[in-house]
Structure formats: C-alpha cells, structure tokens
C-alpha cells in the first residue's frame, strides 16, 4: 500500500537557521507530491507541490522541496527559518490520473526558537 | 469569493447524540472530501465525493454517513456520536479536470463528544 513516512513529530530550529523537514513515500509508480502547512486553528493550505518537470519545487514562503527518485523522498528546505514559520506540515502524496484524492503523512510541528 | 465554509466551528455531544456537519464550496468543484485529524495521526480521509450524487469510502468510513446534496454541499453525519469520534474534522474540495492536484480546505469543526 502507498504511505508516506515524516521523519519527526516535532522539529525544532533557531531563527535564521536551515529548515529541513523529511518526507519519504513508498511506491513502485511516480507519485506527485505535496507539501501542505498548517497554522493554529487553521485548515491546511498548499505550500507546494512536485507533479512533472522540475525536480525542484519552489512554494510560498521561501520553501522549497526536492524530489528525488532514487531515495523515494521529497524534503521540505528554507534557508532561514523566520517566526511565522511556525506551523504544522504535512506530506502527501497522490497516485490518481483524475482522481485527487491523497494520502497525507502523520505531519511535523516545526518549532521556531528564538 | 468565500472558499470552503464549515458549520459548526465546535460542537460538543454527548455520547449516543446525533449531528450533522455541513460543507459548501464556491468554486464550482466535482471533488469534495471529509478528513478527520488527530494529534499524531495526520489527516485520515472519510468520505469523498468524486461528483455530484456520488460518495465513496475512505480510510475511516465507520460511524459515519454523508449526503453529497448538490454540487455545493457535502454533509457529514454522526448517528451515534461516540468518544472515539472527538476530533478535528476538516472539509476540502478539488477539481480534477485542472490536473492541478490541490485541495481547498475548510477552517475545520472542532468536535468533543463526552
């Protein structure tokens, strides 16, 4: 069965420092995948997303992600982590042709320090 | 321009009540789609509606019913609301025909059921 695996329930990073959240997905077919953030009391709201092309992605916010076939994984990056980064991410991952559904990873809580 | 719109925001039940959450989107999409999350769990698909008239099982589907009433609105209901059932419930639309594979959510419905 497809899944997808975030390494870390909680990371925490000083402001101004690199972000790295990691997100690896099982599966024998290119998936497309998908960062989503989301903020306290908020639903979730896409930051950005890998379906052809470009291996890297860039989002909103200065996030970038990277898919990288060979290790099966897509992590999420910004060089300088800010306060309002804060937030909970999620990954997912979707198989369908026309059909969106997706499958999301159980998420990581970023916390900024200052 | 209001998005995905939820109703209730909170809701507390007690055990063996029933209720109903409702859902309606604005922006014309075939996909609409209930997710609970919990803490640690990520987001667990439901139900969805690929179309107007149609709903499929998702990961999660027991103790639970919906109604797909138009193309506007997806209603989620609990019979027989149960402890296990207190979560955060999250509606989201898509449309596939775009290919671009992003889901709208709703601000989300917190539940408690005592």
Known sequence: ?114 | NAGVTQTPKFQVLKTGQSMTLQCAQDMNHNSMYWYRQDPGMGLRLIYYSASEGTTDKGEVPNGYNVSRLNKREFSLRLESAAPSQTSVYFCASSEPTLGTFKQYFGPGTRLLVL
């Open chain 1, 1 to 114: 069965a497809q899944s997808v695996t975030q390494l870390g329930s909680h990371v925490s990073v000083s402001e101004g420092a690199l972000v790295l959240l990691r997100c690896n997905y099982s599966s024998s077919v290119p998936p497309y995948l998908f960062w989503y953030v989301q903020y306290p009391n908020q639903g979730l709201q896409l930051l950005l997303k890998y379906t052809t092309g470009a291996t890297l992605v860039k989002g909103i916010n200065g996030f970038e992600a990277e898919f990288k076939k060979s290790e099966t994984s897509f992590h999420l990056t910004k060089p300088s982590a800010h306060m309002s980064d804060a937030a909970e991410y999620f990954c997912a991952v979707s198989y369908a042709d026309r059909d969106d559904k997706i499958i999301f990873g159980k998420g990581t809580r970023l916390h900024i320090l200052p």
